[in-house]
C-alpha cells in the first residue's frame, strides 16, 4: 500500500499537467450579423450579368476607382459570383445599401433581393446573387416577409411576383433607383 501511494501521486501530476498543457481554440466572438453588414459597408454591387437592364444580376465588388470628373465610369473588381477576380468599369453600381429593418416600404419602391437566404448557411457564392425589386404588397410584413414584383422591362405591367423574406431585402440608399415602368 505504500508503493501505491507515490504511483497514484506521480499519475495525478501527470494528469494535472496534461490537462493543464492542452489548451482550447479561444472563444470565437464574431458575431455573424456584424461581419455581414461589414461585408456590405465596405464593398459595392456592381453588374455582372444581363448588364445594363433592370434585371441585372448584382454582385459584390471592391471599388478600386470613383468616378472622375469626365468620366462617370467606376473601376471595380468583382469579389464574388461569375466575374469573381475581374477588374470591369461601369456605371452600373449602388454603392450603398442598408438593411430593411421592418420600416416603411411604400409600394413601388425599388430595393434589392438576394435570391438565396443568407440565414441558412454563409456560403460565398451564395450571398453575392442580388436583383432589384419591386415593392407590391405588404401585408405580412408582420409575419417577416414582403411580396416584391420583378419587372423585365417598361411596359411589364404584369411582372412576376415572389413573397421574400425581410433579411433577404436591403434599402437602395445611393443611387437612388426607381421603377422602370411608366404608369399613366
Not at 87 to 116: E, F, H, S
Not at 118 to 147: C, F, S
Request: charged letters at 30%; a positive charge.
Amino acid at each position: 500500500m505504500k508503493k501505491l501511494i507515490p504511483v497514484l501521486a506521480v499519475l495525478c501530476a501527470l494528469a494535472f499537467a496534461g490537462a493543464c498543457r492542452h489548451t482550447e481554440e479561444p472563444y470565437n466572438r464574431s458575431d455573424y450579423k456584424k461581419e455581414y453588414e461589414r461585408l456590405f459597408r465596405r464593398n459595392v454591387f456592381a453588374q455582372c450579368e444581363n448588364m445594363g437592364t433592370f434585371y441585372a444580376t448584382y454582385c459584390l465588388a471592391q471599388l478600386d476607382q470613383k468616378p472622375a470628373n469626365n468620366d462617370p465610369r467606376y473601376k471595380v473588381t468583382f469579389l464574388r459570383g461569375p466575374l469573381k477576380g475581374k477588374t470591369v468599369w461601369t456605371t452600373k453600381v449602388i454603392t450603398k445599401t442598408i438593411p430593411v429593418d421592418a420600416g416603411p416600404l411604400p409600394k413601388g419602391m425599388v430595393v434589392l433581393r438576394n435570391y438565396d437566404n443568407p440565414r441558412q448557411a454563409y456560403d460565398a457564392d451564395h450571398i453575392d446573387r442580388w436583383h432589384l425589386g419591386v415593392v407590391h404588397d405588404t401585408r405580412n410584413i408582420d409575419k417577416g416577409n414582403i411580396e416584391l414584383e420583378f419587372p423585365r422591362d417598361a411596359n411589364d405591367f404584369m411582372a412576376a411576383r415572389e413573397s421574400i423574406y425581410l433579411h433577404n431585402i436591403r434599402y437602395v440608399v445611393k443611387p437612388e433607383v426607381k421603377d422602370i415602368r411608366v404608369w399613366l
